[in-house]
């Protein structure tokens, strides 16, 4: 259960540097416009996403995994479900399915990283890079997944595809992939409602004094 947790410095600053943007002019004098409010508050909301998301996977590995780690895998969950189309907490549950956010795992098949990528059957994705490399994993791992998807047509095929299931036993995979993505997105809702609350509760505050 989340107790009492303020938006973070960093999310305060990344949302002052995005209430203007500046376009430098002749003489290296810049000038500044006001960026659109509803834009303003997609970058502030996307901020407080990826505190929750970070803060999730830290608290579904016992915080087995460093703040700095989490903050890696989040960035890059995010660029690519962007880049793909996968709906995060779908990626973020193959990976706590796959490896429970161990880069380094690897098993008998020859699966290799947090979404267990097959090096023998993608290096041309792979292109000779490090594939334990967090952000190397997720997009050679999501690259597989959209293909999946994209050839199968539905999430139950193309987590079969991706699985190395037969789509009548990908039931079990799925499920498991299905909880954990739901938990996630529980836990991301009471993150970013009680974050929003405390940091409104705090602005409050210091305006009274």
């Given at each position: 259960?989340?107790?009492?947790?303020?938006?973070?410095?960093?999310?305060e600053?990344?949302?002052?540097k995005?209430?203007?943007?500046?376009?430098?002019?002749?003489?290296?004098?810049?000038?500044?416009?006001?960026?659109?409010?509803?834009?303003?508050e997609?970058?502030?909301?996307?901020?407080?996403?990826?505190?929750?998301?970070?803060?999730?996977?830290?608290?579904?590995?016992?915080?087995?995994?460093?703040?700095?780690?989490?903050?890696?895998?989040?960035?890059?969950v995010?660029?690519?479900?962007?880049?793909?189309?996968?709906?995060?907490?779908?990626?973020?549950?193959?990976?706590?399915?796959?490896?429970?956010?161990?880069?380094?795992?690897?098993?008998?098949?020859?699966?290799?990283?947090?979404?267990?990528?097959?090096?023998?059957?993608?290096?041309?994705?792979?292109?000779?890079?490090?594939?334990?490399?967090?952000?190397?994993?997720?997009?050679?791992?999501t690259?597989?997944?959209?293909?999946?998807?994209?050839?199968s047509?539905?999430?139950?095929?193309a987590?079969?595809?991706?699985?190395?299931?037969?789509?009548?036993?990908?039931?079990?995979?799925?499920?498991?992939?299905?909880?954990?993505?739901?938990?996630?997105?529980?836990?991301?809702?009471?993150?970013?409602?009680?974050?929003l609350?405390?940091?409104?509760?705090?602005?409050?505050?210091?305006?009274?004094?």
């Amino acid at each position: 259960m989340l107790t009492s947790i303020t938006v973070t410095e960093e999310t305060e600053m990344n949302f002052l540097k995005t209430l203007f943007a500046c376009a430098a002019i002749m003489f290296g004098v810049a000038m500044c416009q006001p960026v659109a409010a509803d834009e303003i508050e997609a970058i502030y909301q996307q901020d407080i996403d990826k505190q929750a998301t970070a803060a999730w996977i830290q608290e579904s590995t016992n915080n087995k995994i460093s703040p700095s780690i989490a903050k890696r895998i989040t960035n890059s969950v995010v660029h690519h479900a962007q880049r793909t189309g996968i709906e995060v907490k779908t990626i973020l549950g193959i990976i706590m399915k796959e490896s429970t956010f161990n880069a380094k795992a690897k098993n008998g098949y020859g699966a290799v990283g947090l979404m267990q990528v097959v090096p023998r059957y993608h290096k041309d994705k792979i292109a000779g890079r490090d594939i334990t490399r967090i952000e190397t994993n997720i997009e050679v791992g999501t690259t597989i997944l959209k293909n999946c998807l994209d050839a199968s047509g539905n999430k139950t095929r193309a987590l079969a595809c991706y699985s190395g299931n037969k789509v009548s036993k990908v039931g079990k995979y799925k499920s498991k992939v299905n909880a954990f993505g739901k938990d996630y997105q529980n836990f991301r809702k009471e993150f970013v409602s009680t974050s929003l609350a405390a940091n409104t509760k705090s602005s409050s505050t210091n305006r009274k004094s």
